[in-house]
């Protein structure tokens, strides 16, 4: 995924690590080099020159390299470019006269690479409508701003390109931090419709921003490649349970994108597995993992549990209480799986289809990918390498929490259904994420837990 006119630091914010745009000062950029960070390969940025009044040399530039990469090897061509626009201040002209001819000019320059409109500094610009408003609130003004931009939108780019253009807002300031998700998801949809959906997935592996993109990911190349087989089984014939669980993992894991080799250990794969292992055991729900919540319509309290999805405030409560029970911050964090003991013979065994072995499956897929979310949720922001310290965290929380249990019974009562997928549609279900505004209010949440003298990066035993 390539960018164009991207003001320099917007990449190291969408996750891609800061040491992509560190060592460039505003006017340095060279749209010919490739920005990436050691933290994160996938992600390949090119970033132009800002297009300044009076010259068109870098416009030029900008053009003779977006038509030099519209064809060739799908990896080396461009599969989106971000046209970024400072948000419009009283006063200020919203597009230089090469910005307009670069607009005008899309359909011959860029073909069908997708053209996405980037208003940056966001925040800015609703405090500049909040002044206006002195009696409104903050939210007010936010859906004021909104209104104000679409007006801008229309007026000065739609009337250039002759076609509706995707747009969004972002910053990088606190209160907007749902603002780079909604780039990163209308980036991937873009790339998916007008490039290809190989570019697509890579984006997605590439973006750390986006955790609901990430179980897209997970679902996506999960039913290319072996969950149909969980009904029919091709695929599994001859080899070892261990083996077709080990192929699995490498494939989500690598989805998530995180710097770290210990998530392909063999001590992490064993865990994993283990903790399937208490399927047909009842499964009780720990009170501390669930949330009270008051109802002040009937005035009464309600226990409310999330359950067609991921409970992101289960999961905030589950790690409250692992930091909680740490005697001090550098305490070791106790996993209740014996790491390196290794996993019961069934898993060592050749794949034979069974309704135990087929719910394992399920859950370890599920239970996988929810470790996975949480050790997102935990590192988020943090561009320090993920070290095991962070992993047993990010296990103890899901394997204590009312999200697995829930799951676990879901995946005990399940039935294959004739004509129907039905563990494929149990998967979707059990790790959609939940709704947008939800899953940015319970990161919000885990943003504010001490989680910095607990030392993520460092690497504690197993």
């Known amino acids: ?51 300044e009044p009076g010259e068109d040399t870098n416009y030029e530039a900008a053009k003779r390299f977006i038509l030099s990469r519209r064809s060739g090897p799908l990896k080396d061509r461009l599969h989106a470019v971000w046209f970024c626009l400072e948000s419009p201040r009283a006063g200020a002209r919203l597009l230089e006269s090469a910005a307009e001819d670069f607009l005008k000019s899309k359909q011959a320059t ?82 998916s419709q007008w490039v290809a959906h190989e570019p697509s997935v890579v984006s997605n592996m590439a973006q750390r921003v986006n955790p609901a993109l990430k179980i897209q990911g997970t679902i996506d190349i999960g039913k ?56 047909h055991v009842p499964n009780v729900l720990d009170p501390s993992s669930m949330l009270w919540v008051f109802n002040p319509a009937y005035y009464v309290y309600e226990l409310t549990l999330v359950v067609s999805t991921f409970s992101g405030g289960s999961l905030v409560a589950a790690i409250s209480a692992v930091l909680a029970a ?16 290794a996993a019961g013979s ?67 009562a399940y039935r294959e259904l004739e004509g129907r997928d039905a563990a494929l549609e149990m998967i979707e279900r059990l790790i959609k994420s939940v709704d947008s505004e939800d899953d940015a209010n319970y990161r919000a949440e885990i943003r504010k837990l001490a989680l910095d003298p607990v030392n993520l990066s460092q690497d504690e035993p197993w």
Request: net charge negative; proline share 5%; with cysteine.
């Open 1 to 51: 995924m390539s960018g164009y006119q991207c003001p320099t630091g917007l990449a190291s914010a969408k996750g891609t690590g800061g040491e992509v745009s560190a060592h460039y000062r505003p006017g340095e950029a060279n749209i010919e080099t490739e920005l990436t960070s050691p933290e994160n390969t996938l992600f390949v940025l090119h970033d132009s020159k800002g297009f």
């Open 110 to 191: 860029l073909g069908t690479i997708p053209l996405i409109i980037v208003f940056t500094k966001y925040d800015e610009f609703v405090n500049e409508v909040d002044m206006n408003m002195p009696d409104q609130s903050l939210e007010s003004a936010s859906k004021k701003a909104e209104s104000v931009l679409k007006k801008h939108y229309n007026r000065f780019i739609h009337p250039l390109v002759g076609v509706s253009l995707p747009h969004v807002a972002v910053s990088t300031e606190e209160g907007y931090e749902k603002t780079l998700p909604e780039l990163i998801q209308l980036t991937y949809s873009m790339v």
């Open 224 to 279: 290319k490649k072996y969950w149909t087989a969980l009904r029919a089984s091709p695929n599994f014939v001859g080899h070892t349970v261990w083996d077709c669980l080990y192929v699995i993992h490498t494939d989500i894991v690598t989805v998530w994108n995180f710097p770290t080799p210990h998530l392909l250990s063999k001590e992490f794969r064993e865990l994993m597995v283990k903790m399937v292992e208490d399927l």
């Open 326 to 341: 740490l005697a001090n911050p550098a305490a070791p964090i106790v996993i209740p799986i014996v790491a390196g003991l």
């Open 346 to 412: 069934w898993a060592y065994s050749v794949y034979l289809q069974s309704r135990i072995i087929q719910q394992r499956f399920i859950a370890f897929i599920v239970d996988l990918t929810h470790v996975m979310e949480t050790l997102f949720m935990i590192t988020e922001g943090r561009h320090d390498r993920v070290g095991r310290r962070a992993i047993k965290l990010a296990f103890k929380a899901y394997n204590n929490s009312a999200v697995k249990a829930w799951a676990h019974n879901q995946i005990e």
